[in-house]
């Protein structure tokens, strides 16, 4: 804002300058343009500065800028080109900046300030545009716009950056650096379509940590959430940079292993296994850490995301039936 500011201020100081020469208005009002144009840009950025909301403060700076406008509109007594170019800037820039709501605002000022100033002048009106005016007004017009242009690409593609963040934030565990079931679902869904219309094997691990109830009961949630933790890494430690480990919620996690083989998804979980096997709650516990898996592979009648977590489960279900710590698939 400030550089806009010091940019728009500079530029439509030579338009005024010529129009208020050619009026023959006193100097102490060409002093006053002088002021505006180079002063109050470094004011108004002081004043954003140390206001205890910035963002309030230059909104307000942004409707005295219209105020201003519209009583150098009535100084150069309605001079057609440049009264219209710089109520067009002012107003446009408001719009951009905070909406309907501020450049209403800066309009009704606008307006304000241009009868103050217009009857104290007399109501006078310049219908001709001189070409000395003329060419003053053309750097406004070109330089200003192009600046503008060159902003809003800029802020629309830090729009685009922290709207793409905050999408990876909200498809992640807010414990973990594992993808959550929201994006876990996402991409079952993109597979499952993907199977329809090529050729090939793909898997669904589910985990379940054995006694993990037992482990928060007995030494707190922080050991509990540090066994997450660590599983998690064990979890992208695993496997592939193509796979989705995720935490489906509790202590339940989903892997995702597109293009595997029921053979390479029990490869993969025993890896896993044998990573965990030597993790115990405490350094000094004898309650260590297991798991309990479920490996189901796509097949053709699974129509949604729900029948392949389903089949999953069922798996992880069986092999908690049959004593747990072990890998179960179908």
């Not at 997450?228 to 890494?233: I, K, N, P, R, Y």
């Not at 029990?266 to 479920?294: C, D, F, K, N, W």
């Not at 392949?308 to 698939?329: F, M, P, S, T, V």
């Amino acid at each position: 804002m400030y550089l806009m500011r010091i940019l728009g201020t500079f530029l439509c100081f030579f338009p005024i300058l010529s129009v208020l020469t050619e009026l023959e208005r006193p100097l102490w009002l060409r002093g006053l343009l002088v002021a505006n144009a180079f002063i109050w840009p470094t004011v108004a950025y002081l004043r954003a500065k140390s206001a205890r909301t910035p963002l309030v403060a230059e909104h307000q700076n942004l409707v005295i800028d219209a105020g201003a406008g519209g009583f150098w509109i009535a100084m150069m007594a309605l001079n057609p080109l440049p009264s219209v170019v710089i109520a067009t800037i002012l107003l446009a820039d408001r719009l951009a900046a905070g909406g309907v709501v501020l450049m209403r605002k800066a309009a009704v000022l606008m307006i304000c300030t241009f009868a103050i100033g217009w009857l104290s002048m007399g109501m006078e009106v310049q219908v001709g545009v001189s070409q000395r005016t003329m060419l003053a007004t053309l750097p406004l017009i070109a330089i200003y716009l192009l600046a503008l242009c060159v902003l809003t690409d800029i802020l629309a593609v830090k729009l685009r950056r922290k709207s793409n963040e905050l999408e990876r934030i909200a498809m992640k565990d807010p414990l973990l650096d594992i993808a959550n079931r929201r994006l876990l679902e996402k991409r079952i869904a993109w597979e499952l379509g993907r199977l329809q219309n090529a050729c090939g094997e793909s898997a669904l691990v589910f985990i379940d940590l054995d006694n993990f109830k037992e482990v928060n009961d007995r030494y707190g949630h922080k050991v509990g959430d540090a066994l997450l933790e660590t599983v998690s890494q064990i979890l992208h430690v695993a496997t592939r940079s193509t796979d989705t480990p995720a935490r489906l919620g509790g202590d339940e996690f989903v892997i995702l292993l597109p293009d595997t083989s029921p053979e390479e998804a029990m490869m993969i979980s025993t890896r896993i296994m044998e990573a965990t096997a030597v993790i115990t709650a405490q350094p000094e516990s004898e309650l260590s850490l297991t798991l309990s898996i479920g490996v189901a592979s796509a097949r053709p009648e699974m129509e949604d995301v729900a029948d392949w977590l389903k089949a999953a489960d069922d798996a992880l279900y069986e092999a908690k039936r049959r004593g747990k710590n072990q890998i179960y698939a179908h």
